[in-house]
């Protein structure tokens, strides 16, 4: 049985099912809330912060908290803006990011956030820090320096009993994924390109193929992310 | 090993979520975990590898290379480096010929830093192989590497006295000592075990979350969430089982009051278990120990064992049919934000101690996804008080809206530094006066790295949730101490060491403010740095748990309150200076060429 709650986005009244969580009660409704380590499908876990909303006056991330009745809920103000737009220039001096040489430029939601967000440049010093690429796997490759640690591949990627394949790796500033050296061997062409599809960014990629589609003619360069939310309004 | 970590798995029933206790075992015997051990552990669990190392990696104490015979963890609170922790690290470098963080050639001897592990009020201080050397001097460093290398055992090292009250118990044996320096109803000895057990098994579980309530009494751990509310939330959720965790993580630098009620009034806290468990329906409690107290297990299970017996603990307690409630130990393996709740529950259950997401709160879904009750050491030893005296009574104590006493865990400058408990209202410079300054205060860190540094002219203010909410960590620091090098700069070091590493924001913005602070004390900082560091810390505040949100809070309320040591540290000729030292950049360079740089 599902139940009807009403809530307010942005003042907008809307209705939404009962214990779905905001962002989908949002995009149902034709409202787009940013979105990194969030996947359909995959059970979330707010760890990019970039769905922080208000509700009821305090920040919550829009991806694991579910609606209730009453709820009053604001995804846009300047604080929020201001916020969202640090996340993701925080992706992007944590790591080593360089777009244009990156197999996954036009597909990638970081760039997309970022220039739906307009970031020229970020007001954080960059960390340039030293990470490695591991070509070890023999489907895949994995680049560090691109990871945004948004556990997509972690929570959404296993074998055939239910294993992870990938994995965290230490704490704090010196986290990293690991990629399981045994049963990550054995990946199938299928779980493969789902993983390299699963990750936001270019971290994961087939190897040996790539560049099928042109950069330029890549999902983001035609379309703002998030516009095909917003045109269902 | 393959052998032993088969005896360890079996031990724990192929069961996955005691993946903590199993890496414990091995960590102990061997003093790593190979990756040969990693490998049956993974088949047996039907995990994968990097599932395993997952865990592994996180906690401090667990390690995939020797870590020594001896594996000796030093301190580096700011205590620590107060009381003359430098000198002592330097003998310990002098004396084994290795620096930290590697271990002797012949695997003898390994040298690590650590977190503060509750010993501030005799620092400087060290965990060897699991038991604590206290005071340490260069002179003691001196005699324990030599002891080491001629072979003496662990319990032969100590020095000729052990602690003062049950520090010197048979299962005990340790050099700590309790600093008890002002007792209250909590800590009055003259307790009797069982009593309150006796009084709630004559009441009904709702009667006694009534009396809880009407006591008033909120949350010990620093939180401060109302205890009777939290118990009612627990009761009335749904769930074939219900579990009450005692959080004994104790990892804010600081603090190290749980440690004295461990060690001097355990059968207190078990029984604080076993009400909490009769009043939220539980039957099972778990006392989720820091492993830095490790020192403490065979005596608290002495005692457990001896409740047993007592039928305290156990089927039908006390003659009450149908009341059944056991206590386990689980230990942590060194991360500070296991202390949060719901970490803690991740990392009972065999994980990474990454906090959850919230809601769901674990009253509704907690271990194994049951409803769980989390409360603090104190909370836990208060409400005893409550049942045995009343609300009306507790309520006596305190001011309206903080009710009942304190235990305040106080170090520093100071004569006397150790554990005191007050009713709340006491202000900053009552408790000065109480545990005699030496010299002049400068400021006073209050609720720990996460709370806030005051100078004098707050000193006036009141302990209690209505002004300076505190888990109860005071830190005195006299006017000759250099607040931002040594307080600041070693609590943001502390943040950036204990994220979890989950949140954006948590896991890379601490360290972007803590080099806008380095650039600072390197003269290199303007104006627009403080501005930086104020704004940009505001982002914090959307990380995921308490940890995160104040990470930025050492700089924030120092600049607050002591804006003018950053002023003075400013170039202000300047009004753009990026920190960037070019010459200190091609030195390097210029020296493989032998080129004078001319900048
Ligand atoms: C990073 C972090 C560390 C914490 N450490 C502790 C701790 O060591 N001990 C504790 O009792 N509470 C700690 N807490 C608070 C717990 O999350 C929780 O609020 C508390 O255990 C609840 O018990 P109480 O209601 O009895 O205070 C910590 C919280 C955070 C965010
Ligand atoms: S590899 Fe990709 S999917 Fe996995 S954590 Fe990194 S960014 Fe996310
Ligand atoms: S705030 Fe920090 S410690 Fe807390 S969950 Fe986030 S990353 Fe982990
Ligand atoms: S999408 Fe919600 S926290 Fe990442």
Redesign the pocket.
């Known amino acids: 049985m599902n139940q009807i709650v009403n809530i307010t986005i942005d003042g907008i009244e809307c209705m939404a099912q009962k214990g779905q969580y905001i962002v989908d009660a949002a995009k149902d409704n034709g409202i787009y809330i940013p979105t990194l380590c969030n996947y359909p499908g995959v059970k979330p876990r707010g760890s990019c912060r970039i769905c922080t909303v208000k509700v009821n006056g305090r920040l919550m991330t829009a991806c694991t908290t579910p609606v209730s009745e009453n709820m009053e809920i604001i995804n846009e103000d300047p604080e929020l803006a201001d916020l969202r737009k640090a996340i993701i220039e925080l992706f992007f001096i944590e790591g080593n990011h360089f777009c244009p040489a990156c197999e996954k430029s036009g597909n990638c939601e970081l760039q997309a956030l970022a220039y739906r967000y307009k970031i020229m440049v970020p007001r954080f010093p960059y960390a340039f820090p030293q990470r490695e690429l591991d070509a070890s796997n023999p489907k895949l490759v994995k680049d560090q320096n691109r990871c945004i640690l948004c556990k997509r591949c972690i929570r959404g990627i296993h074998d055939e009993k239910g294993r992870t394949i990938f994995a965290y790796r230490r704490r704090g500033t010196h986290v990293e994924i690991g990629v399981d050296p045994k049963i990550g061997k054995d990946l199938s062409d299928d779980l493969a390109q789902k993983s390299m599809d699963i990750c936001p960014v270019g971290a994961l990629l087939v190897r040996e193929k790539g560049f099928d589609v042109p950069i330029g003619e890549r999902k983001y360069d035609k379309q703002s992310i998030g516009s095909d939310i917003e045109e269902k309004r | 090993m393959k052998k032993y970590t088969q005896k360890v798995l079996d031990k724990y029933h192929h069961d996955k979520t005691r993946l903590m206790d199993i890496l414990i075992e091995i960590q102990s015997e061997y003093g790593y975990i190979s990756s040969e051990v990693i490998t049956i552990i993974a088949q047996d669990l039907n995990m994968s590898e990097v599932d395993v190392e997952q865990t592994i990696s996180f906690y401090h104490f667990f390690s995939m290379k020797p870590t020594g015979k001896f594996s000796i963890y030093l301190n580096n609170s700011a205590v620590a480096n107060m009381m003359g922790r430098n000198e002592v690290a330097a003998a310990f470098e002098k004396e084994t010929g290795i620096k930290f963080g590697e271990t002797t050639p012949d695997g003898l001897i390994g040298l690590y830093e650590t977190s503060c592990i509750g010993m501030n009020d005799q620092e400087p201080a060290a965990i060897i192989n699991n038991r604590i050397f206290t005071k340490l001097t260069a002179f003691r460093v001196k005699e324990i590497i030599r002891d080491i290398k001629e072979g003496k055992e662990i319990e032969k090292m100590f020095s000729a006295s052990f602690g003062d009250g049950a520090n010197r118990n048979a299962l005990v044996k340790s050099v700590v000592s309790n600093n008890i320096r002002k007792i209250g109803p909590i800590l009055d000895p003259d307790y009797k075990v069982g009593e309150a057990i006796k009084k709630i098994i004559k009441m009904t579980p709702e009667e006694v979350i009534a009396e809880v309530k009407h006591s008033n009494i909120r949350?010990?751990?620093?939180?401060g969430?109302p205890?009777g509310l939290?118990w009612e939330f627990c009761r009335n959720a749904e769930g074939e089982k219900k579990y009450i965790f005692c959080?004994a993580?104790?990892?804010?630098p600081g603090t190290f009051k749980d440690r004295v009620i461990l060690t001097e009034l355990p059968r207190l806290l078990f029984e604080g278990m076993v009400v909490a468990g009769y009043a939220v329906g539980a039957s099972e409690g778990i006392l989720y120990l820091r492993y830095e107290y490790k020192y403490l297990e065979n005596y608290l299970e002495d005692i457990l064992k001896a409740a047993r017996e007592k039928n305290y603990l156990g089927k039908n307690i006390m003659g009450k049919n149908g009341f059944n409630f056991d206590i386990r130990i689980q230990f942590g393996a060194g991360a500070?934000?296991c202390?949060?709740?719901s970490a803690l529950i991740e990392s009972a259950e065999g994980k990474r101690g990454e906090p959850r997401d919230r809601p769901p709160f674990p009253v509704e879904k907690g271990y194994l996804e049951m409803p769980t009750v989390?409360?603090?050491v104190e909370?836990l030893c208060s409400v005893v008080k409550v049942i045995l005296n009343g609300g009306d009574w507790y309520r006596s104590f305190g001011t309206a809206d903080s009710t009942g006493t304190k235990l305040l865990s106080i170090s520093g400058d100071c004569r006397n530094p150790g554990v005191y408990e007050v009713a709340w209202g006491f202000s900053v410079n009552d408790i000065l006066e109480m545990v005699g300054k030496s010299g002049n205060v400068q400021a006073v860190q209050v609720g720990g790295p996460s709370g806030s540094l005051i100078g004098p002219d707050e000193f006036n203010r009141t302990l209690g949730y209505e002004d300076l909410a505190t888990g109860g960590s005071l830190i005195i620091f006299g006017e000759h101490r250099d607040l931002l090098e040594d307080v600041v700069l070693n609590f943001m070091e502390f943040f950036i060491e204990e994220s979890c590493g989950s949140c954006s924001t948590c896991r890379i913005l601490p360290t972007v403010l803590k080099q806008k602070l380095e650039k600072i004390l390197n003269a290199r900082g303007i104006a627009q740095d403080i501005a930086d560091i104020e704004n940009w810390g505001k982002f914090l505040k959307a990380s995921r748990?308490?940890?995160g949100q104040t990470a930025a809070n050492p700089l924030l309320t120092s600049i607050k309150n002591f804006r003018h040591l950053y002023e003075e540290k400013l170039q202000t000729a300047k009004e753009y200076d990026t920190g960037f030292d070019l010459s200190a950049a091609v030195k390097d360079a210029c020296e493989v060429t032998h080129r004078i740089p001319n900048i």
């Open positions: 949350g010990r751990g620093g939180a969430f205890t939290k959080n993580d104790e990892g804010e500070y934000v202390g949060e709740e989390v409360n603090n909370t748990c308490g940890l």
